[in-house]
């Protein structure tokens, strides 16, 4: 019982760490979506900005977009998209991780 402090030190520094490297992801995402996404889809998603008005890009916060599935919004990242409105383009230079992390951010997006 005598390490029990120890532990509890370096259990609260690996939370801290970990939210603190958290809140740098999202930072960076954050970053990523306005320099790649925003111009058409909006800071909130909503397809609101000129270019995705003329594009009829869907909103983002409403319950139908939100419950489709991760894989799909994945493959539209990556693959990119054709529709009536206008494609958008693949973003095949994004890794993994930071495909992932632009689904988790979109995520979060509410009306």
């Not at 993994?96 to 988790?104: E, G, M, T, Y």
Request: charged residues 25%; glycine residues 8%.
């Amino acid at each position: 019982m005598r390490h029990a402090p120890l532990f509890a030190s370096v259990a609260a520094v690996s939370v801290f760490l970990s939210a603190t490297a958290l809140a740098e992801v999202d930072k960076k995402t954050e970053r990523l979506w306005k320099a790649q996404c925003a111009a058409c889809h909006g800071q909130g998603g909503k397809g609101d900005t000129e270019k995705g008005k003329q594009m009829k890009v869907q909103d983002m916060t409403t319950a139908a977009w939100q419950a489709k599935k991760d894989d799909a919004l994945k493959s539209a990242i990556t693959n990119g998209v054709k529709s009536a409105g206008g494609n958008m383009d693949a973003f095949k230079d994004l890794t993994p991780d930071q495909v992932n992390a632009l689904v988790a951010y979109m995520r979060t997006f509410k009306p």
